[in-house]
């Protein structure tokens, strides 16, 4: 599955793949546990093969705001502490038991000097990060709640059997209550 994915975002010759599969070890979260903790050093990225685990920023006030929601098929771990080696501004924690493939961040940027193909990939990965940013960035500047929420139920059809409420509102910027007028007054337009 993971190959599946990576495969579709830059071909990858399989036999340059199995250099990768020895990275990867499984990884089971609860509901509730962490992957990454605000604070600490980032190390690790992970495919997501179940579960669904979200990405936020705590203030010292105790205020979440939620970065983005991270689904079966998709890669987890934030890039920006990745790479700056600082300790992570983010967390990253499950909502639902997960089921994982995690694998070093330096070990895996050691294969971009082995083929092009690896380097031709982290670029890539690179470019769908920062088209989902802009797109985050765009939806929080320029769309009023219910133009967030649309784009949100573009992206993810089912999200609301899979994330709770209160999450989705978090993201949404919005409260709980919010969003249930928001989704009252949909209800009632169609």
């Known amino acids: 599955m993971i190959y599946e994915t990576v495969n579709s975002v830059s071909p ?10 020895s990275l990867y070890s ?3 979260l609860e509901y509730g546990d962490y992957f990454v903790k605000q604070g600490a050093n980032a190390t690790e990225f992970a495919f997501v093969f179940s579960g669904v685990l979200r990405e936020y920023y705590l203030t010292n006030q105790g205020n979440e705001y939620i970065k983005s929601f991270n689904f079966p098929g998709e890669f987890t771990g934030s890039y920006f502490d990745l790479l700056s080696n600082q300790p992570s501004t983010c967390t990253i924690r499950a909502i639902t ?7 070093k961040f330096s070990e895996f940027r050691k294969l971009f000097s082995q083929d092009i193909a ?8 690179a470019e769908l990060l920062f088209l989902k940013k802009a797109k ?12 967030r929420y649309e784009s949100l139920l573009q992206s993810y ?16 910027g919005i409260t709980p209550v ?13």
Do not use: M
């Open 12 to 21: 990858i010759p399989k036999e340059i793949w199995s250099k990768a599969g």
């Open 26 to 28: 499984i990884r089971h």
């Open 97 to 103: 038991d997960c089921k994982l493939a995690v694998a």
């Open 118 to 125: 690896w380097e031709r990939l982290g670029r890539r990965f």
């Open 136 to 147: 985050r960035e765009y939806e929080l500047l320029a769309l009023d709640a219910e133009g």
């Open 157 to 172: 059809p089912n999200i609301e059997e899979l994330v709770p409420q209160y999450h989705i509102a978090a993201y949404l």
């Open 178 to 190: 919010s969003l249930s007028r928001i989704k009252s007054k949909r209800k009632s337009e169609k």
